[in-house]
């Protein structure tokens, strides 16, 4: 049968049996056709040899490695880190007798902004968000029995704090007397999404950007083990972005961090390899999995084309992957699995290399423990019972799945070239440009779910009426607030005020001179200044940043 | 609703450290959409400064977006300062992730309604639109837990 005639049978389906939406999308509102075929493929620009080689290969649209799943899974992480530093170090050891294989620290917000926890401004969220670090005491408490080249690798979300982090754990392998080149660390360390997702900033975009750089900088020539910087596209889908936007964004962040470690002379080759980029995967599957195929093309032709890489690790973009929040529903929450379950399907069969899980009840908490391993059990199942990661890129050569791949490259690509215009990622987020195209993807998320032309299960549709919400909610213990703060006034009144003195001021001095800072910061780490105390000091010189309201 | 008005004033605001601001401003867009005059104050306000700004801003109801677990305190504080305002006939409504065992202590605390993950916001446009009416017509004893719902345990 002809295309013409099948087409003819297709109407009078249509006619029979109706149709559920008159127009299909995807998330990103891409049009869909009524089925893929190579006459719709070639409408994309489809080309075998260029688009798609073979896994391994550029422009690893395939996946990065020849092998993929097949020679080792992915690294399987769970975000971990509340209240105080030992129930932390509780829940690591937990977590790597379950076969965890990296530990991810979460910081809590104080820790996250610099503020120490005895300021007022922490009062009521020290402990709730992760784990309290004020200094290299807590540090050692959390690690506490765990040599730091235990898991394969230690991932932190310090942002605007991402040097001082790195400084930390610099401190601490000195003192636990292990290489640096035996343990890795991870920082996620990328401030440009903060000002458009998270809101995790404390200095203005400019003088936190050149901060994040100093740690690739120093990394690069220090610690070439390390991963100093994640760029991160999911927060900012979180915040609303489409998959789209949420390319492209990151992509373009990419580019002004790469621009600006370029200009301090580094080799691109000497760095990029250690570059790592996060993304979100919400429901929408096979988009999910186009999207995450497009970007490894767009980078890697990026690394190529734009920033003349040579060496193939340059090209090949380490994918790590967040299962998403706002997907998931305080309603009949056990259906949450079922979404977390779809989602890193999604992940694995885009090819991630690190994904880690929503617990079910995030969506209300901190995860419980129960529901912590549930998350972790998924990525076990999907790993080992399946069969999905027997072939690599198994959904490779589907006529949909390439159709959406170009696609989505093609938009991202001419989203991007509207932020160069503008200048550049940096005062694009400036001028709110990114904050106003998510929210206005997010107000119509939610229009479309007001409006019922999008189901969410147990929310707008199939609801339990008189549900009762029976989440086990993880509950702080109670006065960690207080015990956190004893410990810091403790610490205060022991360590060398003088050799504090000393440090920060060299810190200051170091700054001021345009000197990186990495330096400088170890040795206020080694004589046990406060993050607080560091940040201070950075803010006297670069100011403080406050959000403009303008943006919605 | 202030007598001399046509449209109802609320202030939406986050107070504290977290920055997870999309449903505020989802919720403050479609505010606006439905007619309301909305005051934005951005993230990291202090109780303090959102009470005070709710009374320069004349303001009929407050809404408060928490998602990372410090609402408790948070509102506790809120309320004193609005208290030693004398604003404490403005109503309080919460949005965010809020464990169900903290609805009641939220209300004693003073809070006239929370919206839970999963909310729409028409149901948040209908309910201030009921409270101010009922402010309208009898003062400032208005909305305090009519949803049936409250009874989950957690």
């Given at each position: 049968m002809d295309r013409e005639e099948w087409k003819n049978l297709l109407s009078l389906d249509y006619k029979n049996r109706g149709r559920r939406k008159p127009i299909y999308h995807s998330e990103s509102k891409i049009e869909l056709a009524d089925c893929y075929d190579p006459e719709e493929l070639m409408k994309t620009g489809f080309d075998l040899e260029k688009d798609l080689g073979l896994p391994g290969t550029f422009p690893f649209t395939r996946g990065i490695h020849p092998a993929m799943y097949r020679a080792d899974f992915w690294i399987m992480g769970q975000y971990a880190g509340f209240g105080n530093p030992e129930a932390t170090n509780e829940r690591f050891k937990y977590l790597l007798s379950k076969g965890q294989t990296a530990l991810a620290l979460a910081l809590d917000l104080p820790t996250q902004l610099g503020i120490e926890s005895d300021e007022e401004l922490a009062d009521g969220e020290v402990g709730k968000a992760g784990v309290a670090i004020n200094s290299l005491k807590d540090m050692e408490e959390i690690f506490d029995g765990i040599p730091l080249n235990k898991p394969r690798q230690i991932f932190t979300t310090a942002n605007a704090i991402g040097p001082i982090m790195l400084a930390l754990f610099l401190a601490l392998g000195e003192k636990q007397g292990i290489d640096p080149g035996q343990y890795s660390v991870v920082l996620q360390n990328d401030i440009l999404k903060e000002y458009v997702a998270r809101g995790a900033y404390i200095f203005p975009p400019s003088p936190s950007l050149k901060f994040s750089i100093d740690a690739v900088e120093f990394c690069t020539h220090h610690y070439p083990r390390f991963k100093p910087i994640v760029i991160c596209g999911s927060h900012m889908r979180q915040g609303g972005a489409t998959a789209v936007q949420e390319v492209a964004f990151t992509l373009s962040n990419a580019e002004a961090y790469i621009d600006e470690a370029v200009g301090r002379g580094l080799d691109i080759d000497d760095f990029a390899p250690f570059i790592e980029c996060q993304l979100s995967v919400p429901m929408n599957l096979f988009e999910e999995v186009a999207k995450y195929r497009a970007f490894r093309r767009m980078w890697a032709r990026m690394l190529k084309e734009?920033?003349?890489?040579?060496?193939p690790e340059s090209m090949k973009c380490f994918i790590r992957v967040y299962t998403t929040g706002y997907t998931m529903t305080a309603q009949q929450p056990l259906n949450n699995i079922v979404r977390v379950t779809i989602e890193a399907l999604g992940a694995i069969l885009g090819g991630a290399q690190s994904l880690s899980c929503n617990a079910m009840d995030e969506v209300v908490s901190i995860p419980t423990q129960e529901a912590a391993r549930v998350a972790l059990m998924t990525q076990h199942i999907l790993a080992n019972e399946t069969g999905i990661a027997d072939v690599a890129d198994p959904l490779g050569g589907s006529y949909y799945i390439e159709s959406l791949t170009n696609e989505i490259e093609k938009r991202a690509l001419s989203l991007m070239e509207q932020i160069r215009q503008k200048g550049g990622a940096e005062r694009a987020i400036e001028e709110g440009f990114y904050q106003m195209l998510s929210r206005k993807a997010a107000g119509e998320y939610q229009q479309e779910i007001e409006k019922g032309e999008r189901i969410i299960v147990g929310l707008n549709k199939f609801r339990e009426e008189k549900e009762k919400i029976k989440i086990d909610c993880f509950k702080v213990e109670e006065g960690v607030q207080v015990k956190v703060i004893e410990k810091l006034h403790h610490l205060k009144a022991q360590r060398n005020p003088d050799e504090v003195e000393r440090c920060l001021g060299r810190l200051e001095q170091e700054v001021r001179l345009g000197k990186n800072s990495l330096p400088a910061l170890r040795d206020c780490a080694l004589a046990y200044a406060t993050i607080g105390e560091m940040c201070r000091v950075l803010g006297k010189i670069w100011g403080f940043y406050h959000e403009g309201a303008k943006w919605i | 609703m202030k007598e001399d008005r046509q449209r109802a004033r609320v202030l939406v605001a986050k107070i504290g450290l977290d920055g997870h601001n999309r449903g505020a401003q989802v919720v403050a867009n479609g505010l606006r959409e439905a007619g309301m005059e909305v005051i934005y104050t951005g993230i990291r306000q202090t109780p303090s400064s959102v009470a005070r700004a709710a009374i320069q801003e004349d303001v009929d109801v407050i809404g408060i977006s928490s998602m990372v677990g410090a609402h408790l305190p948070v509102i506790k504080k809120l309320m004193k300062e609005l208290e030693a305002l004398n604003a404490s006939d403005i109503p309080v409504i919460l949005g965010g992730i809020i464990p169900e065992e903290d609805y009641g202590p939220l209300r004693e605390a003073g809070v006239s309604e929370i919206f839970p993950p999963g909310a729409a916001v028409k149901e948040i446009v209908q309910y201030i639109e009921s409270i101010v009416k009922a402010k309208e017509g009898s003062g400032p004893a208005a909305g305090s837990g009519h949803h049936a719902d409250t009874d989950h345990q957690c």
């Amino acid at each position: 049968m002809d295309r013409e005639e099948w087409k003819n049978l297709l109407s009078l389906d249509y006619k029979n049996r109706g149709r559920r939406k008159p127009i299909y999308h995807s998330e990103s509102k891409i049009e869909l056709a009524d089925c893929y075929d190579p006459e719709e493929l070639m409408k994309t620009g489809f080309d075998l040899e260029k688009d798609l080689g073979l896994p391994g290969t550029f422009p690893f649209t395939r996946g990065i490695h020849p092998a993929m799943y097949r020679a080792d899974f992915w690294i399987m992480g769970q975000y971990a880190g509340f209240g105080n530093p030992e129930a932390t170090n509780e829940r690591f050891k937990y977590l790597l007798s379950k076969g965890q294989t990296a530990l991810a620290l979460a910081l809590d917000l104080p820790t996250q902004l610099g503020i120490e926890s005895d300021e007022e401004l922490a009062d009521g969220e020290v402990g709730k968000a992760g784990v309290a670090i004020n200094s290299l005491k807590d540090m050692e408490e959390i690690f506490d029995g765990i040599p730091l080249n235990k898991p394969r690798q230690i991932f932190t979300t310090a942002n605007a704090i991402g040097p001082i982090m790195l400084a930390l754990f610099l401190a601490l392998g000195e003192k636990q007397g292990i290489d640096p080149g035996q343990y890795s660390v991870v920082l996620q360390n990328d401030i440009l999404k903060e000002y458009v997702a998270r809101g995790a900033y404390i200095f203005p975009p400019s003088p936190s950007l050149k901060f994040s750089i100093d740690a690739v900088e120093f990394c690069t020539h220090h610690y070439p083990r390390f991963k100093p910087i994640v760029i991160c596209g999911s927060h900012m889908r979180q915040g609303g972005a489409t998959a789209v936007q949420e390319v492209a964004f990151t992509l373009s962040n990419a580019e002004a961090y790469i621009d600006e470690a370029v200009g301090r002379g580094l080799d691109i080759d000497d760095f990029a390899p250690f570059i790592e980029c996060q993304l979100s995967v919400p429901m929408n599957l096979f988009e999910e999995v186009a999207k995450y195929r497009a970007f490894r093309r767009m980078w890697a032709r990026m690394l190529k084309e734009r920033y003349q890489a040579k060496k193939p690790e340059s090209m090949k973009c380490f994918i790590r992957v967040y299962t998403t929040g706002y997907t998931m529903t305080a309603q009949q929450p056990l259906n949450n699995i079922v979404r977390v379950t779809i989602e890193a399907l999604g992940a694995i069969l885009g090819g991630a290399q690190s994904l880690s899980c929503n617990a079910m009840d995030e969506v209300v908490s901190i995860p419980t423990q129960e529901a912590a391993r549930v998350a972790l059990m998924t990525q076990h199942i999907l790993a080992n019972e399946t069969g999905i990661a027997d072939v690599a890129d198994p959904l490779g050569g589907s006529y949909y799945i390439e159709s959406l791949t170009n696609e989505i490259e093609k938009r991202a690509l001419s989203l991007m070239e509207q932020i160069r215009q503008k200048g550049g990622a940096e005062r694009a987020i400036e001028e709110g440009f990114y904050q106003m195209l998510s929210r206005k993807a997010a107000g119509e998320y939610q229009q479309e779910i007001e409006k019922g032309e999008r189901i969410i299960v147990g929310l707008n549709k199939f609801r339990e009426e008189k549900e009762k919400i029976k989440i086990d909610c993880f509950k702080v213990e109670e006065g960690v607030q207080v015990k956190v703060i004893e410990k810091l006034h403790h610490l205060k009144a022991q360590r060398n005020p003088d050799e504090v003195e000393r440090c920060l001021g060299r810190l200051e001095q170091e700054v001021r001179l345009g000197k990186n800072s990495l330096p400088a910061l170890r040795d206020c780490a080694l004589a046990y200044a406060t993050i607080g105390e560091m940040c201070r000091v950075l803010g006297k010189i670069w100011g403080f940043y406050h959000e403009g309201a303008k943006w919605i | 609703m202030k007598e001399d008005r046509q449209r109802a004033r609320v202030l939406v605001a986050k107070i504290g450290l977290d920055g997870h601001n999309r449903g505020a401003q989802v919720v403050a867009n479609g505010l606006r959409e439905a007619g309301m005059e909305v005051i934005y104050t951005g993230i990291r306000q202090t109780p303090s400064s959102v009470a005070r700004a709710a009374i320069q801003e004349d303001v009929d109801v407050i809404g408060i977006s928490s998602m990372v677990g410090a609402h408790l305190p948070v509102i506790k504080k809120l309320m004193k300062e609005l208290e030693a305002l004398n604003a404490s006939d403005i109503p309080v409504i919460l949005g965010g992730i809020i464990p169900e065992e903290d609805y009641g202590p939220l209300r004693e605390a003073g809070v006239s309604e929370i919206f839970p993950p999963g909310a729409a916001v028409k149901e948040i446009v209908q309910y201030i639109e009921s409270i101010v009416k009922a402010k309208e017509g009898s003062g400032p004893a208005a909305g305090s837990g009519h949803h049936a719902d409250t009874d989950h345990q957690c």
